[in-house]
């Protein structure tokens, strides 16, 4: 795997990353996205408003697809620079064809998320009554997430599949609107950007079962893992060889003793055979923090495969201000130690710039010393 390879090299970096660590800039959030990008199409899909929502992909060149294979397959191809694919709902949890497709079918990496609000409104032809509504076009993910509404209040409604939110509102702009003796009218389970594109009404208003109701989209590439941007999450995969007692305790046991906070962990299966799992995890921080590349050093070389999904800026709406404060924090680190350095002199105990911040004095002191992370982690409590 090309991408879990990337893991192994990317594992090694040490001290020499630290001062790419303290760039931590601002770049999760300032950089503009370039090169065309493919998502989930037709226009007006939520994946479009995720898109349009971050500042990062402002004036990019967006192209629609019409499933999310497409998407990956054109990313591998190198037919677009980018794709933008939903992988996780707060509802309904994982997207399976999309973290299946990342963890066993294709080597790309994500590049960036995006956490998106959802509403899901009824929308029909212009003058649709709800009592009319005898027919529903929607995204099975979509109508899973709207069960009560449709249950309290449409009961006997014939429910069509379509391939997303837009191209279930595409349909519905192309029905006629019921009258009131046929009560048949045609209706869709839609983002109110695709009601807007297509012509159409909005009949129930977030019909959503949860209010709280979120996706997280992917951003993936060929090649690539963005700096450090002072909060960030890493997605990897972890193969078992075999399954026995304490396996899965073995690998998390590697995140709990250095520290590391666990966002997600589900397991998918490997399809090779019934029984047989593999173990999906998100995880705070950056393969280039020393924390992280040191249990990833572990992992790769304590299991038979470790697949690398990537280290980006972490999402969400918090995401931007956590990044602000790592930056503040970095500043105020770097003029603490500048200033502890001036007062170095030749004559002095433990003399020089490197005993000063080995011994325990600076940042990097702490790392390696042993008194805050290096006795936990490299004093032998681990290894």
Request: charged share 20%; hydrophobic share 40%; aromatic share 6%.
């Amino acid at each position: 795997m090309a991408a879990g390879t990337a893991a192994g090299t990317a594992a090694g970096t040490s001290a020499g990353t630290s001062a790419r660590v303290r760039k931590r800039a601002s770049s999760g959030d300032q950089d503009r996205a370039s090169g065309p990008i493919g998502y989930l199409g037709p226009p007006g899909t939520f994946t479009e408003e995720a898109l349009r929502s971050d500042p990062h992909f402002d004036g990019a060149d967006l192209r629609p697809m019409t499933t999310i294979g497409d998407v990956l397959k054109a990313v591998e191809s190198g037919d677009v620079k980018l794709g933008f694919v939903p992988i996780e709902n707060s509802i309904e949890g994982s997207v399976n064809l999309t973290l299946d497709s990342l963890v066993f079918d294709y080597d790309l990496l994500i590049q960036r998320e995006v956490v998106l609000d959802v509403h899901l409104h009824l929308v029909g032809p212009p003058g649709t009554e709800l009592s009319q509504v005898g027919r529903i076009f929607t995204f099975p993910f979509a109508a899973a997430q709207c069960r009560y509404f449709l249950d309290r209040e449409l009961p006997s409604v014939e429910v069509v599949a379509a391939s997303s939110t837009a191209d279930a509102a595409r349909m519905a702009s192309r029905s006629k609107k019921g009258s009131r003796a046929t009560t048949k009218a045609t209706a869709a389970i839609s983002p109110a950007l695709a009601a807007e594109r297509y012509g159409l009404d909005i009949v129930a208003a977030s019909i959503e079962d949860h209010p709280d109701n979120q996706t997280r989209f992917v951003a993936v590439a060929r090649h690539g893992i963005p700096e450090p941007s002072g909060h960030d999450r890493t997605s990897i995969v972890c193969f078992q060889q075999r399954d026995h007692p304490g396996s899965l305790h073995a690998i998390l046991g590697q995140f709990a003793a250095r520290g590391i906070n666990l966002t997600r962990l589900e397991s998918r299966p490997t399809k090779r055979a019934l029984g047989e799992y593999c173990f999906v995890i998100d995880l705070e921080g950056h393969i280039a923090d020393e924390l992280v590349g040191d249990v990833m050093r572990v992992l790769h070389t304590e299991l038979p495969g470790i697949k690398f999904l990537g280290s980006y800026p972490a999402g969400g709406p918090t995401g931007s201000l956590h990044r602000r404060r790592a930056r503040a924090a970095w500043r105020s680190a770097d003029a603490w130690l500048d200033g502890l350095r001036r007062q170095v002199t030749s004559g002095a105990e433990g003399a020089g710039p490197e005993g000063a911040v080995r011994g325990g004095a600076g940042p990097e002191g702490a790392v390696r010393g042993g008194a805050v992370r290096g006795g936990a982690v490299r004093g032998g409590a681990v290894r």
